[in-house]
T-cell receptor
């Protein structure tokens, strides 16, 4: 059964305090690992796609990495505007299977 | 460049009624997928349309149906609404075969009373 597991469920950080979010998945048929940011009541905003182990991508204070069985979203020196729910999803045949997300709160 | 648009933004329906939600894909995209997101959960895949045909379907009953038009826009129809159908309905568009990246619209918040 397709499964994507994200941890932690919620994370509170002080402004400037770096941390990482985890996404683990079943491997067979992986056709991409996707990260999205979602603000309350809005649609997910595309951040990154990773396709092969060892791949890394960066955008501002965010860096996504991929191993054979998990992905990490590293956030460096976060600001309050980085507060959101971060979703990861695996893709197979253009269908995305999502985890339940990590709710990130950055305290000023 | 217009992104994915959805209408309406909010909708309140009564149990047993029918509802139609609409989606226009991002310019250059030809594939539309629909997702249901319950509060506190990740989006769940409903189905996907390409070339005006349903190509894949998730674990949703046939009360959920859809359509894609020649201009790639799409509709999601839900019949015989249940209280449990209350959710945020998300439309995502992509260009088939291009790295599977899906871009989401703002969603339609459906409340069934």
């Amino acid at each position: 059964e397709d499964q994507v597991t994200q941890s932690p469920e919620a994370l509170r950080l002080q402004e400037g305090e770096s941390s990482s979010l985890n996404c683990s998945y079943t491997v067979s048929g992986l056709r991409g690992l996707f990260w999205y940011r979602q603000d309350p009541g809005k649609g997910p905003e595309f951040l990154f796609t990773l396709y092969s182990a060892g791949e890394e991508k960066e955008k501002e204070r965010l860096k996504a990495t991929l191993t054979k069985k998990e992905s990490f979203l590293h956030i460096t020196a976060p600001k309050p505007e980085d507060s959101a729910t971060y979703l990861c999803a695996r893709g197979i045949r253009e269908k995305l299977t999502f985890g339940t997300g990590t709710r990130l709160t950055i305290i000023p | 460049d217009a992104g994915v648009t959805q209408s309406p933004t909010h909708l309140i329906k009564t149990r047993g009624q029918q509802v139609t939600l609409r989606c226009s894909p991002k310019s250059g995209h030809d594939t539309v997928s629909w997702y249901q997101q319950a509060l506190g959960q990740g989006p769940q895949f409903i189905f996907q349309y390409y070339e005006e045909e349903e190509r894949q379907r998730g674990n949703f009953p046939d009360r959920f149906s859809g359509h894609q038009f020649p201009n790639y826009s799409s509709e999601l129809n839900v019949n015989a609404l249940l209280l449990g159908d209350s959710a945020l309905y998300l439309c995502a568009s992509s260009q088939r075969g291009v790295r599977h990246e899906q871009y989401f619209g703002p969603g339609t918040r459906l409340t069934v009373t």
